[in-house]
T-cell receptor, first 114, second 112 residues
Framework: DAGVIQSPRHEVTEMGQEVTLRCKPI?????LFWYRQTMMRGLELLIY????????DSGMPEDRFSAKMPNASFSTLKIQPSEPRDSAVYFC????????????FGSGTRLTVV | SQQGEEDPQALSIQEGENATMNCSYK?????LQWYRQNSGRGLVHLIL?????REKHSGRLRVTLDTSKKSSSLLITASRAADTASYFC????????????FGAGTRLFVKA
């Protein structure tokens, strides 16, 4: 398995633009998580899905953030409009039921909003 | 919050020495996990210990869990320069949903 695949690896965008981050989880994993990492706040859970259904989005900072999982092999995290304070590394992770073997993380997308 | 808190924040040791990192948390958990993150990379799962377990080993890694003290430790024996990374503990609970909360991490630097 190629692991959790995220794209793009780096994204630089101007304030106000729409940003879409993509994630392909490991086949067979039925949990998918989006995390954001910054120096100031560490790793924050934004939202997680179980069997493609959003379960907990309490970590999504604002209405500008939205996430979808149209099928078991694809998820997106969208920021519209983007702001400089959204600059961070965004990670996607997947896990089998109940995380019995821990999470598998993607390599992350480093987002810079200027 | 059940967020784990690692101690120390940073640790610098010589190659060959042992490294011990500690994690404390606040609420009851189902399991506790340790992850490693190399600079510019994603997190890599190292070991998971369930709430009914007290100790677990994996290669040069030894994890202990004391649920009465709400604390865990990660011991890396005979450290190598390649162990230089940040190490995070993460606590998982199914209270209010299945999610894992990460601590702020310990930055380990192993000098060759």
């Amino acid at each position: 398995d190629a692991g959790v695949i995220q794209s793009p690896r780096h994204e630089v965008t101007e304030m106000g633009q729409e940003v879409t981050l993509r994630c392909k989880p490991i086949s067979g994993h039925d949990y998918l998580f989006w995390y954001r990492q910054t120096m100031m706040r560490g790793l924050e859970l934004l939202i997680y899905f179980n069997n493609n259904v959003p379960i907990d989005d309490s970590g999504m900072p604002e209405d500008r953030f939205s996430a979808k999982m149209p099928n078991a092999s694809f998820s997106t995290l969208k920021i519209q409009p983007s702001e400089p304070r959204d600059s961070a590394v965004y990670f996607c992770a997947s896990s089998s039921a109940q995380g019995a073997t821990g999470y598998t993380f993607g390599s992350g997308t480093r987002l810079t909003v200027v | 919050s059940q967020q784990g808190e690692e101690d120390p924040q940073a640790l610098s040791i010589q190659e060959g020495e042992n490294a011990t990192m500690n994690c404390s948390y606040k609420t009851s958990i189902n399991n506790l996990q340790w992850y490693r993150q190399n600079s510019g990379r994603g997190l890599v799962h190292l070991i998971l210990i369930r709430s009914n377990e007290r100790e677990k080993h994996s290669g040069r890694l030894r994890v202990t869990l004391d649920t009465s003290k709400k604390s865990s430790s990660l011991l890396i024996t005979a450290s190598r320069a390649a162990d230089t990374a940040s190490y995070f503990c993460a606590t998982a609970s199914n209270t209010g949903g299945f999610k894992t909360i990460f601590g702020a991490g310990t930055r380990l630097f192993v000098k060759a």
